[in-house]
């Protein structure tokens, strides 16, 4: 057991002696999300443990006793976001002190992980950083900070933090809507030249089956029709059946295909070493899992996937996604792209426009390398002039924005479910969501919010479609 987890036995005590400050009902906390999904679902945690101790959630900053930034480090620009949102707080803080007011302000999340001390040194108006293993001790750091010191906790707690984290109630997962997300995985073992994630979430955890089947039963519970899985590295899961027996992410899926009122089933972020036949069987028989894959492959010059340690080639890539497209013959394609990895030439870019071209995806993410301190990337010799990545991913955002306007227009005149997830911008209308992630324009009325219905989709525009109901 570490030291900082001593205080953790005593949860009803800390609620007692972290109660409402000076009789007022309640204290307010504004999270502030940046990053990956991992991060929002996080966030959402950190504000079920805080709400136990009598803080509520406020959009309001002004209103907060205490403000948090779920910072993310992924490139360079995320990172700085932290320091210019820190420097306004600072300012903010202050005036609030001359009120007679107190604000707090903690950094959790991957800048808190990667930069831990630095952060307090560089932001003196920061009260406590919190990595994204000891989040069940924030608590404990902030009645700490209270008390006048300043809390670094960046240690990969042995104890399970998701054991001592609370699940919402049922009201309050009913009031987060329809759809919700839960982290089955995290961490990582891959080592990607280019990646933060290795060290800033540590090495890959899975969650066990019963607690992911019990969070996932509380959700349906509370309202929730689909839920997405997330992990760095999601289709590393593993963990063991009923019987001891080795179960893969796909064995898993359909374990919670079994939940009665859970209709869709997603998740995300895969890695294409880990597509393995189960899970490949999974989207073939599991009409609960939405034909959608997120797969990124980064570049598609073999020379630059080697050099990048995603230890496959294109054409592995290629035959896997062709393997799955047998499975599951609509299933819709979704990648993430650096350009300019160091000694990235003109031919490897080609190539990396080649493979788009083949595998026509329905969705992309595309990002300029970034240097990050403390990755083997950063060393490397070659690194390409910015105008050079500028105008590379110029064209390549231009080729992946045609294929997904080419993906949306096969859309129209089809048929399809789409789950009611909230109010659309018109009233009268609502906003849907399709089996392949695209949100859906629908005249329908607010009782209907959480209904799969059936529509044909009539029209697109940028970044949604337009349906008929049936
Ligand atoms: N585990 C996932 C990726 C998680 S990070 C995978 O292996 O595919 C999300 C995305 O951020 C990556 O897919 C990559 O495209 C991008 N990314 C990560 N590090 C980056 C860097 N140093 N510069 C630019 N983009 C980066
Ligand atoms: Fe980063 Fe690679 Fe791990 Fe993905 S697989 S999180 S890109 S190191
Ligand atoms: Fe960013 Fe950490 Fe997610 S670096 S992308 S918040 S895992």
């Known amino acids: 057991m570490t030291k900082d987890s001593l205080t953790l036995d005593a949860p009803a005590t800390d609620a007692l002696q972290l109660g409402p400050r000076d009789g007022s009902n309640s204290r307010k906390v504004f999270i502030k999300t940046y990053g990956c999904q991992m991060n929002v679902y996080d966030s959402t945690r950190m504000s079920d443990a805080l709400a136990r101790d009598g803080y509520e959630p406020t959009e309001d900053m002004e209103e907060a006793d205490l403000v948090l930034l779920n910072t993310c480090h992924i490139r360079e620009k995320a990172a700085e976001k932290v320091y210019s949102a820190l420097g306004r707080l600072r300012d903010m803080k202050k005036r609030k002190a001359a009120d007679g007011r107190e604000m707090m302000i903690g950094v959790t ?9 630095e952060i307090l040194r560089r932001a003196p108006a920061v009260d406590v950083v919190i990595g994204p293993q000891t989040y069940h001790r924030l608590p404990d750091a902030l009645r700490r900070a ?6 670094v906790d960046t240690e990969y707690a042995i104890e399970d933090k998701f054991e001592h984290l609370p699940i919402a109630e049922k009201t309050k997962i009913r009031a987060r809507g329809v759809t919700a997300f839960l982290t089955v995985q995290e961490g990582c073992d891959k080592f990607c030249t280019f990646c933060v994630v290795p060290y800033t979430r540590g090495s890959e955890v899975s969650r066990p089956v019963a607690q992911i089947v019990e969070e996932a039963e509380k959700l349906v519970d509370g309202g929730v029709r689909e839920i997405t899985l997330l992990g760095q590295n999601v289709n590393a899961w593993h963990g063991a059946g009923p019987t001891g027996q080795a179960w893969s992410l796909g064995n898993l899926l359909y374990r919670l295909a079994e939940i009665p009122g859970l209709a869709r089933l997603r998740y995300t972020t895969s890695h294409p070493r880990d597509m393995d036949d189960r899970l490949i069987g999974a989207h073939r028989d599991l009409r609960t899992l939405m034909p959608y894959l997120h797969l990124p492959v980064q570049a598609g010059s073999d020379r630059i996937l080697k ?15 062709e393997k799955i497209r047998v499975a599951r013959p609509d299933i819709a394609l979704s990648g993430d792209f650096i350009v300019g990895f160091p000694g990235e030439t003109d031919q490897d870019f080609e190539d990396t426009l080649r493979l788009i071209e083949e595998v026509n995806y329905a969705q992309a993410f595309s990002f300029k390398y970034s240097t990050r301190p403390g ?18 991913l110029e064209r390549l955002q231009a080729l992946l924005l045609k294929q997904q306007h080419a993906f949306a227009e096969t859309c ?9 997830e909230k109010p659309g911008r018109m009233p009268g209308q609502l906003i849907g969501r399709s089996p392949w992630l695209q949100s859906v324009n629908v005249d329908a009325k607010a009782s209907q919010i959480g209904d799969i219905i059936n529509v044909r989709i009539t029209g697109t525009s940028t970044n949604s479609l337009f349906a008929d109901l049936l």
Do not use: F, W
């Not at 999340?109 to 001390?117: H, I, K, S, T």
């Not at 209270?146 to 809390?151: A, D, H, L, S, T």
């Not at 230890?311 to 035959?319: D, P």
């Open 146 to 151: 209270k008390e006048g010191q300043r809390v």
């Open 375 to 392: 990755t083997p990337g950063a060393d490397l010799k070659d690194q390409v002039p910015e105008e050079v990545k500028t105008e590379r």
């Open 307 to 321: 050099a990048m340690n995603r230890r496959h080639t294109s054409a592995e890539y290629l035959a896997l996604i």
């Open 412 to 420: 129209v005149g089809k048929v399809v479910d789409i789950l009611l």
């Open 109 to 117: 999340g991957c800048v808190a992980q990667a930069e831990g001390e």
